[in-house]
């Protein structure tokens, strides 16, 4: 796409200028007219930001990413030696130990324009979590999407894997989540701000309304593989379709400080989740409660999100409003993948007798 280009500092580690674009594929004509093809995630959750502009509001955006971190020279298991062991949450300790590879990143993704507000270790053994600063629009997006692939790409030069699987390991303990916090701005005004109740607005509570009502099709978007179901009803992960003022245990944390800083934190997204279908899917849910003016549900009311891929999938399915809104081509294609081929191979190897976190890492410790 125009615009789209940045540099890739780190690739070849800096022996050649190399750079990447952010691609929307098109149908070759005469098929489909050489349209674009519903199904480009990209391209997709720009359709949403245009409905939101048609609205007279923006999104502004941000990602917190939980990523694990393992050293290459373990030994068969790739699981075998992580960063760190215990929970080391916000330790400067860790960060000062692995300082220079920490801050080279940092660099680096800072120079593929890549806006990092914050990094620290997390709540598991060997995770760590970078935010995004907030920005309007695809960029959002488009920064978390780089993101993901450039520490992967970077960790593997220094001697590191660096996983957004969500749960690459079966003990207990949290798996990485990509919170998604945002709000709708108006002009320059933030429309999820209260002046009156210094609370959040009608606006933002409609846009709430709409992601709690769609909350168990939602999670088959934002949490879309057999592997994130072992984070969910977990450690700092939601349970219900529910909401609260700064309760890191809600699916929805409403905060609410001020004009410049009211935002609602989606936490059921995982580091395995697709960016632009998680923004392209909060959008079309939040519209749903912007344009029908839905109302939040009283808080002894919580629906409990899907246990499994497979009853998430069956939500989305049975979902006309989101089904309509994302259109036929991307949600057959997603589905299809999800049915026939994720969950197929995961209850193969169960019948086969193989361990399913084995055939999970296969699928998705690389790959998402």
Known sequence: ???????????????????????????????????PQGACTRYLARTQLDRLSALGYRLFSGHEAEFFMFCKDGDG????????????????LILA?????????????????????????????????????????????????TLKEAVKEMCNQRGWLATFMT?????????????????????????????????LSAVGRRWAAGLIKHAAALTALVSPTVNCYRRLHGPFAPSYADYGLQNRATMLRIVSSNPHNTYIEYRVPTSA?????VMAATIAAGIDGLVNHLELPADD??????????EALAALEDDKVLC?????????????????????????????????????????????
């Open 1 to 35: 796409m125009p615009g789209t280009l940045h540099a890739l500092p780190w690739a070849s580690e800096g022996k050649y200028r190399i750079g990447e674009v952010f691609c929307e594929p098109c149908w070759m004509p005469p098929y489909h007219d050489g349209a």
């Open 273 to 277: 989740s697709n960016p632009y279908v």
């Open 167 to 199: 749960k690459p390991v079966s003990e207990p303990g949290c798996g990485s989540g990509m919170q998604f916090s945002g709000a709708l701005w108006e002009g320059d005004k933030n429309a999820f701000y209260d002046l009156e109740t210094q609370g």
């Open 77 to 92: 298991d790739l699981t075998s030696r992580p960063m760190f062991h215990g929970v080391e949450m916000f330790s400067n």
């Open 324 to 368: 309509d809104a994302l259109g036929e081509e991307f949600i057959r294609w997603f589905l299809t993948v999800k049915r026939d081929v994720e969950i197929v191979k995961v209850n193969k190897a169960k019948q086969d007798g193989r361990a399913e976190i084995e055939v999970e890492r296969e699928l998705y410790f690389k790959f998402v």
């Open 301 to 310: 009311v919580k629906e409990k999100l899907p246990l499994s891929l497979p």
């Open 97 to 145: 130990e692995n300082e220079e590879l920490v801050c080279w990143l940092n660099e680096q993704l800072l120079a593929a324009g890549i806006d990092i507000e914050q990094m620290h270790p997390e709540s598991a053994t060997g995770q760590l979590e970078f935010a995004t600063r907030p920005k309007f629009g695809i960029e959002s997006a488009d920064q978390i999407f």
